[in-house]
């Protein structure tokens, strides 16, 4: 059977002369018509084996030719052609009939078939020069089948990677506190401390730490004295690496509850932040050294035992409460992803450098090696615990420390382990299928049993599979891994991480406020399938930008849509001015920029890196993955970003009312002043004129009445010359009486001024005294405010601590009555029970006493024996009865001989009667009293 060399779609035909015509892809057919493979790529290495097992070419192994022949039988292996496959290249059709024309002639095979190989590797990197950035997917060659599936590998494998980056990431990539990559670290943070705070109210827990409490303050726990873990920096250092032994995904959300205070995350390295946390609140307390008067800054220079033994305690309670909380928190599984509990690396990052630590396996090894470091007073300490309450349980199995970290797709997800844990997490089915893998997987029974689970439980999921899948998949068959991940991503993962109702409600969100303005907008219908929902939320955005989104091959290649969304949602970070629209030039821009913003973003799986050299279109199902988590990502960014608009908008109200009522009273106190000076000012001036007025007119009218009185006296004057002298003392006497007058009115008109002035003065002082006391009265109102305010809450928590602890001593006094009542009624219960045991068996001692000693009366030989039969009646008075012994005292003289002559046969069968009444008689009252 000789083989040919046939094009896909015709004949080769030597004569084609252009290049594109040559470079058509080929496969290779044998002469009775079966292809080797419609899929299957023919690579220059499979030619020329092939060639030299049919022709049996016999070259020397050291000549060049048989070097390159042990070559291709070493790439004929099935190890070897997979590998190939990997790295196949398209033979063009020039030198397909190169070599088919080298097979006639076998003198001189490997110089051409080289020269062959040479030229089409050649022709291959031409081609893939002009047809690198070809976006129509119509006629491709091998070459692009080849580079698709290496993209969508790559592509599967960052996403894989991003999965368990995201639940086993314990450091912080950014320092910076406000960035979008640390929205996603904070929230987990804070739903861990709210799970294991709602954990911490569960009974037992708390019944735990009460009782180790107790026993830590009685001093039935205890640290040595002569080991200061708080001023020993080696004993503090050995303490830190026990505890930093716990994974730091577990151990700050444990640290931060029980201390309550939020670790800051400073450092990268999520190790350092702890072990500075832990320097700073366990080996120093600050209640602690202000009760002891001790400086913060030399407390580790004290030499106070006290300070240091109530110390010790406390850092042997906080020991204790860690551990347990981390071993229960464990158990229960209240971390989403459930990473391993203790870290799985020696080497730890500390703040004086990295140092190889110790790695603990379980919880009593933690307890275990602090209690042989540290504890004194006692041996087996796990006893003493589990009497308290805390047992531990926890232990790490190999299986949890497995390594997740994907290097190449097709190798690390042989044994099955990595799809499985890959599966939990993204359907949350913690603790579900891990446990039923065989780990290690060291035979290949191992790996196609766990691949049976993994398919076992995909089938729950819609995900059907061969009973050979199995098999397929641990050989390494790449195509059928592909899309088993694949499938995985579209029925698990996307329909628990796209919500339908949440898109629906945002695209009618989007178009509320695009066609807000519009009376009648263009009605959509929106689809049910979370696909088609996806695009039309694309289509909806797209929209008002004039951009076309049809389908998920076409309209996102340029990555256009991709920076459109981003825009839409977080216009700071891509802004519309940087979108290039140009779909054959700026590509590369809009690649870059989505690359760069995705980055910046986190929590989306970078499919692609602006570190990549070259740019690719994207496929359907990377662009519907890679939409899936864009969506939902934006989504929730708009969500936070409105709600912290809301927010800022109301506190903003809340300020600007603030400012207005501050700004109001400022004015008012302003208005105030300002309209006292101007009062002031008013009166100042209406006084001066006023003053001015009044000296006027006092000067006119003083004047006026002198120059009156001027010509009073002259006229007097004349009148006193002209009359006698003995008038003359009635004329002085007159005179003196116009100058009292006049001091009068004088005297009157000064009294008025100073009554207008004082009054004026009065009425300014008490504006002042009016002013001052509102001023003290309001001081006076808000500090009796705030002081009755103080003495509320005071008396409030007084109160309440009052009626907390009367609950606690009524509940302690109901639990110890109902106790004692338990006790006393169980022990009456068996008294009642072992007195009845102890009559019945009395009474049936004393009823077989009785029926032995009765056929031993009448056993014997009454007549024969009187005299005993008298001894035994007077013994046994009380059973045999005064009749009987009566007739044995009438027979008890006689001889023997005599007494049987002389027995009546009547008083022995009285006796007899009698004896059996009693006998009956006591049985009744023994069975009355049982």
Known sequence: MSTSYIDSKENCNPQRSSIGESLKPLRLVFNDGKSISNRKEVTAKNLYSDFIAKNNAKIPKNSQAGKKRGLAEKCSSPERSRAAKRRTTTIPATAADELANAESETTSASTKLSQAVRKSVCLEREFCAANSFRSDTSGKTFDDIAQTKSRKELSLTRWMSHIFEEAYSTNLADGNSRSLRTLQTVRQDARARAQIKSMLQQPQILKAFQMIEKEVSDEKLCMRADKNCCTDVGMRDFLFQIILSFNSMWLRPALEVLFNQIIPRTNGEDTVNLYRFLASNLTKNAKLADRFGIQRNNSELNTNKEYYKELHKTVLLCFLKLVIVLDESKIQSIIDNDPCLFRISQSLRVPHGLINAMTLKSTRDAIAMFSKEFLSGEGDYFRHLSSLGATFKYQQLPVDEYDYSIKKLSSDLQNGVVLCRMVELIANRKKEIIPRLRVPTISRLNKIHNMNVLLEVLQSYGISSNKDSAKLLVEGNRDLLLQLIQEIIFKIQLPLLVDIDLIQIEICRIRKLRFSSIKAPRPMVLASSAVDLMLQWCQTICDSYDVTVSDFQNSFHSFVVFCLLVNFYLPDIIPHQSIRFDSDTGAKENYQLFSNALEEIGGIPPLFKSSDNSIVGLDDSTSIMLLGFVCMKLIDLGKDCRSAMRIQRAWRQILYRRRMAAQERCALVLQKFVRGGLHRLRFRKMKKSVNFLQLSITSCLVRRSYGSFLRRVIQLQSWVRMISATKQVSILRMVAQCLISANLRINERRQQVLEMKHRELMRAIVITQKLYRGKTAREVYRITKASILTLQ??????????????????????????????????????????????????????????????????????????????????????????????????????????????????????????????????????????
């Open 793 to 930: 809450r005071q008396w409030r928590g007084f109160f309440v601590r009052k009626n907390m602890k009367k609950l606690n001593a009524a509940a302690v006094e109901i639990q110890k009555n109902w106790r004692c009542s338990t006790q006393k009624w169980s022990y009456k219960k068996a008294l009642q029970r072992i007195v009845a045991i102890q009559s019945f068996w009395k009474g049936e001692s004393q009823k077989s006493k009785f029926l032995h000693f009765q056929v031993q009366l009448f056993s014997f030989e009454i007549y024969e024996f009187p005299k005993q039969l008298v001894a035994a009646a007077k013994k046994y008075q009380n059973v045999l009865g005064e009749d009987s012994i009566r007739a044995a005292k009438n027979h008890g003289n006689h001889d023997p001989e005599k007494f049987s002559e002389s027995s009546n046969p009547e008083d022995i069968q009285a006796i007899q009667d009698q004896c059996n009444k009693n006998t009956i008689n006591l049985e009744d009252k023994s069975t009355e009293e049982n």
